[in-house]
């Protein structure tokens, strides 16, 4: 049986079937009311009874069926929205077009008309993305290509385009989904002016204000750039470079000399045109550099009076050494500055090196050490980067680094080395000398640290340590042989020592807590440092004497060798430098001056009441030339190197002669 729903029907749980059928009638799609698609043909429904029951109502089993019916015809209202939808596209001023899912323009506004240079009709049918070059680069066109198979919600990305008046403007374009629909709508923004207002505000800010070069923000930029291309490039063949790149990288890193006196005399208006003048001359350098490629090399200020200039693709280290030459030439020529006349040097860190694997660290690092090098080595030079000299250097900073807590690990041992009687060649003393058993550098002998303790004041604590160990060894050899002459016992004292501690309290304090006899002490201090002393150091000097401590000046004629002071200051030896004894080992041609100079020596030493040692005895002859001479005590490789406390307590035990 077949039959009409009625609206009594509609309210049963059928409901949502009618529902649904109806909203498709309408719009022609599943989507439902307010899609785009055309509407369909209107669909009544209609019921199919079958089985006992009839149209009263049984128990038989009912099927729907659909009957078409003509459209509705769209009302006034839809017809004018769409007519003003229309006309809004064409007369927006945003450059607008509809493309299909082909990527094939379906309609456009006058605006983009306009801005290619041609009329909306001959844009339809034109691929869109050849309008704008869509795919210049493949992530634009993949990301373009998701947006059209509605893989992507938008895309948006910046273009440069040629107007018809032949002028280049930026372009910011914009693909999205046109909602309920399949085409998309390709948007196209002239953003010239403020890409010209970011351009401008970035040079402000990569660029110094008073030099008007690229600036240090700038300057790194281009070099980590630099880098990052030869690593890139460092995987092709020398041959496959496209300009003739030869994968290098070379940088002139330069300091003025004597720029802060400028400053502090003239003021920083005349410094900063110094600034300015300089800055001319190095962009000149670089200009005139006839080796340099593409678009020649950057110069910039890093701050104060600090320069760069940047030379990528360098050929190597000449070029580099050419152009540092060149500049020092250049910035050494008088400087006229309204009415002042200024002359400056500068000092030139160069570094040149193959790109792939540097990195900006390593690179700047290298420079600002030659820099460093430049200045050490008299200022108004330029100097190249030296691998084995910057190993030296950063061997001593590991050493500095550490120094100070190896004291605490007890890294530090001390051996002896004999200090033997001329006349009998019996052991009369010993000095201490310290070893430090670097856990990575091995067994290190006192020049290799002590002038970096000095430097960074841990010569205090490690000189304290020294002294402590050495006299409680000395009182040991003494309380273990009674029976023998006790020996004495050197340490060397350095003069910082004298400035930065109270070394008077400390020795005091040492050989009250070790029990050693202060004569049995003997503290060494260089010429250089016990020459012209006065005040606080004399006056510890004069202390530790009148304690009972001996006095020696190590090294003796190679320093000021100021004569007059001997007879004021409270010393007791001696210790001739080895470059005298050395003049001895030619016994078969002897220098007669040498013997002269020394024998003077030893003679005006025994006539103001002090003893001699001769260091550096290595030959028998030199010690007979020596003890005819009439030197006290020797001390060198003769007799014995510095050795294990053990193997004194041997040569005291057996009451040995060692010559």
């Known amino acids: 049986m077949i039959g009409t729903l009625s609206l009594a029907d509609l309210a049963r749980p059928h409901l949502y079937v009618t529902t649904a059928l109806r909203e498709r009638a309408v719009s ?57 939808v229309h006309a809004a596209f064409n007369a927006a001023q945003l450059a607008m077009a509809v493309v299909d899912p082909d990527g094939l323009v379906l309609s456009a506004n006058d605006a983009l008309a306009a801005l290619l240079g041609t009329d909306p009709a001959s844009l339809r049918g034109q691929v869109a993305a050849d309008l704008v070059d869509l795919a210049a680069d493949p992530r634009t066109w993949h990301a373009y290509r998701e947006v059209l198979r509605g893989h992507r ?72 750039a630099a880098l990052e291309n030869s690593s890139y490039d460092a995987y092709e063949s020398y041959d496959s470079y496209g300009d003739g790149g030869t994968g290098r990288i070379g940088l002139c890193y330069l300091d003025l000399d004597g720029f802060k006196a400028v400053n502090d005399t003239l003021g920083h208006r005349v410094g900063d045109r110094l600034l300015a003048a300089v800055a001319t001359r190095l962009t000149e350098c670089a200009d005139s550099d006839g080796q340099a490629r593409g678009g020649g090399h950057l110069v910039a200020r890093l701050g104060g009076d600090e320069f760069a200039i940047l030379v990528e693709d360098s050929s190597g280290t000449d070029q580099l050494a050419g152009l540092a030459g060149a500049v020092l030439a250049a910035v050494q020529q008088p400087f006229d500055l309204a009415g002042q006349r200024l002359s400056v040097s500068a000092s030139i860190g160069v570094v040149e090196r193959l790109a792939a694997g540097t990195t900006v660290n390593g690179l700047m690092q290298a420079a600002d050490t030659t820099l460093y090098w430049a200045k050490a080595d008299g200022k108004a030079r330029w100097t190249l980067f030296d691998p084995e000299r910057n190993a030296h250097r950063m061997t001593r900073q590991a050493l500095s680094s550490t120094l100070r807590p190896a004291v605490e690990r007890g890294e530090f041992a001390l051996e002896y080395q004999p200090l033997v009687g001329m006349a009998d060649g019996t052991v009369r003393g010993v000095e201490a000398l310290v070893r430090w058993h670097h856990p990575r550098f091995g067994a290190l002998a006192p020049n290799r640290f002590v002038g970096i303790a000095e430097e960074d004041g841990s010569i205090v604590q490690l000189g304290r340590w020294v002294l402590r160990t050495a006299c409680r060894q000395a009182r040991r050899w003494q309380l273990e042989h009674p029976r023998e002459r006790p020996l004495f016992v050197s340490v060397n004292v350095a003069v910082r020592q004298v400035w930065d501690s109270d070394l008077v309290a400390d020795v005091a304090g040492i050989l ?10 003997q503290l060494e201090l260089t010429e250089s440092a016990v020459m012209g002393s006065a005040g606080r150091p004399l006056q510890a000097l004069q202390a530790l004497s009148d304690m009972g401590v001996r006095i020696a000046i190590d090294d003796f004629g190679t320093g000021y060798s100021n004569l007059a002071y001997l007879s004021r200051l409270p010393v007791s030896v001696l210790k001739l430098d080895g470059s005298f004894v050395r003049g001895f080992q030619d016994e078969a041609h002897p220098n007669p001056a040498d013997e002269v100079i020394v024998e003077t020596m030893v003679d005006l030493a025994h006539r103001l009441g002090l003893t001699v040692t001769a260091e550096c005895v290595e030959t028998a002859g030199q010690a007979a030339r020596l003890r005819r001479i009439g030197c006290d005590t020797g001390q060198g490789w003769l007799y014995s190197r510095a050795v294990a406390p053990e193997r004194i307590a041997d040569m005291i035990r057996v009451g040995a002669k060692v010559a």
């Open 28 to 84: 022609g799609t599943p989507e439902g009311p307010g899609h785009t698609a055309v509407a369909q043909p209107c669909t009544a429904l209609h019921v199919i009874t079958e089985g006992d029951g009839g149209a009263a109502g049984g128990s038989g089993i009912r099927r729907y069926a659909a009957r078409a019916e003509p459209p509705p015809r769209p009302g006034p209202v839809a017809a004018g929205e769409l007519r003003d």
């Open 512 to 521: 009250a807590e070790t029990g050693l006899p202060a004569h049995l002490l």
């Open 153 to 224: 919600s938008r895309f948006r990305c910046t273009r440069r385009i040629k107007h018809p008046d032949g002028r280049s403007l930026w372009a910011e374009v914009t693909v999205a989904p046109v909602p309920r629909g399949h085409n998309v709508l390709l948007s196209i923004a002239d953003i010239s002016d403020r890409r010209e207002l970011q351009a401008r505000l970035r040079h402000l800010q990569m660029h110094d204000p008073v030099t008007r070069l690229p600036n240090r923000t700038l300057f790194f930029e281009r070099l980590t």
